[in-house]
């Protein structure tokens, strides 16, 4: 969803035109993702278990 609204923005500033919105949509996007990037090495673990049976106990968390 932020990439489609960052694209339409670029996109809408430059006439429709792709190929000059495309950098304008990579440099308002960088810092999104580099957030993003940074977040997965410690929210990673919340959502992807190394085991089934690790998998099998966060769920079970829930449900309790």
Same mark, same amino acid.
């Given at each position: ?11 809408? @500033? ?6 000059? @919105? ?27 278990? @190394?085991?089934?049976? @690790? ?10």
């Amino acid at each position: 969803m932020v990439a489609a609204e960052t694209l339409a923005t670029t996109w809408t @500033a430059k006439d429709g035109n792709t190929l000059a @919105a495309s950098p304008g949509d990579h440099d308002r996007m960088r810092p999104y993702v580099a957030q993003c990037q940074a977040f997965a090495h410690v929210g990673g673990p919340i959502m992807m278990h @190394a085991t089934q049976e @690790a998998l099998d106990q966060r769920n079970a968390t829930f449900r309790a």
